[in-house]
C-alpha cells in the first residue's frame, strides 16, 4: 500500500506535469495561468480542474478549454488545416536529404502546408553544423524549399514540432520520415495525441525505402560526409553535396566540418555509427557506452532520456517528462550537456535542454514553489 507522501508526490507531478505540457504557469499555490495571463485552471485532489474564466466557477475537462481557446488560424485551409513536416539531424545536408523535402512538399500536395525542423543539437562527432550554420547551408543547397526551413531553437525534438503545429490550430498533421523509422514515429506520435497535442489525425509518411550500399543519390548519408572529411577526401564529399551550392561554398562547408571535428581521434563508429556497427556494438557489449543510468539523445526525434534498460542492440530510455521511447543503437548519441547549469544558451535564447540543471531552474521559475515541495516530499520518502 502507497504511504501517504508516496501518493503526495505523484497526485503534485501528474498536476503540475500536464499544466507545464499544456503551456500554463503556475504561482506556486495551485493556480494556473495561460501565456495571456488568465486564469484557466487549479490544482484540486492532485488534479487539475479547468475553469472558463477568471472567476471560479464549474470545472472544465481539459478538452472543453482547448475547443474555447482562440488559436491562430491554419495557414492552409483547402484541406481543413494539414500541415506536411519533416524533422531531422541533416549534419551536414546531402543530395539525399534533397529527396526527402521533395518527398515532403509532395505529400503536402499543390498549395498544402510544410515545414522542415533541423534538429539543434551539435557536437564534435556526430553534429559538427552549428544549426544557424546548418539551417543557411540548406536554404542554399534546398533553394526550392528555403521558406519552409525552419530556424527555431525551440523546436528541438519532434514533439516541439507537433506541438507547436497543434498551438496553431492544424488539425491533421503529415510526418515525413525514411522508411526504417515509420514505426517509431507511428508509436511515439500516436501515443501522445491527446495529452501533449491534439490533432484529429496523424499520418506517418515514408520518404521511401534508402540503400545505404548504393551510390549516388540513393546511397548517399550524413555519415559519408562526415567520414569522408576525416578522411580527407574532398572529391567525396564534393560528390554528395548539391549542385545548387558552388564549389567554394561546399569547400567552405567542407572545412567548417573539419574545423569543429578537428579534435575527434576516434573510430569510424563514433562520428559514422552506421557505416562502423561491429565496432559501435562491441564498446556497447563491453559496457564502455549507453550503461544503464546514462542520458542519451535519440538522433532521429530528438528526444533525451535516461537509460533504465539495456537490450542486444537497443535500449529504452526514460525522458525527465516520463516520456519512454526505445532507441537502436546506431540512432543514439551520448549526451554530454548534461551539466550545463547555466539558464540560458546564449544571450537570447534560454536554455531548454531536458535534464540540464539550467533546464530545472527555468521550470521553477515558470512553476515556483512546485519543485521545492516536489523535491522535499522524494527526500523524505528516501529516508522512510
Known sequence: MKSLLQFLSEVETQASSQ???????????????????????KTVAGKLKFFGNRSAGKP??????????PQEKPDNKKDGGALTVGFGRFNPPTVGHEKLLDTISKTAGEG???RVYP?????????????REKVGYMRQMFPKHANAIVDDDNTRTIFDVLKGAHEKGYRTVNVVVGSDRVKEFENLANKYNGQLYDFDKINIVSAGERDANAKGVEGMSASKLRKAVMDNDFDSFRSGISKSLDDKSTKNLYNTIKKAMAKVKSEAWEFAPKLAFDGLRESYIAKQIFRLGDMVE?????LIGKIIRSGANY??????????????????????????????????????????????????KLTPGQYPLINKLRQRLRKS
Request: hydrophobic letters at 25%; glycine letters at 10%; proline letters at 4%.
Open 19 to 41: 499544466a507545464k505540457n499544456m503551456g500554463l504557469k503556475g504561482d506556486g499555490h495551485g493556480d494556473w495561468y495561460d501565456k495571456s495571463g488568465k486564469l484557466v485552471a
Open 60 to 69: 472544465m475537462e481539459p478538452a472543453q478549454v482547448y475547443e474555447k481557446k
Open 112 to 114: 498544402g502546408q510544410y
Open 119 to 131: 534538429s539543434r543539437t551539435q557536437d564534435s562527432k556526430k553534429n559538427p553544423l552549428d544549426p
Open 298 to 302: 535519440n538522433l532521429n526525434h530528438g
Open 315 to 364: 535500449v529504452i530510455a526514460v525522458t525527465e517528462d516520463n516520456i519512454m521511447f526505445k532507441s537502436w543503437l546506431k540512432d543514439l548519441n551520448e549526451y554530454d550537456e548534461v551539466h550545463m547549469s547555466g539558464t540560458m544558451r546564449d544571450s537570447k535564447h534560454p536554455n531548454t535542454l531536458v535534464g540540464t540543471d539550467g533546464y530545472r531552474k527555468n521550470l521553477e
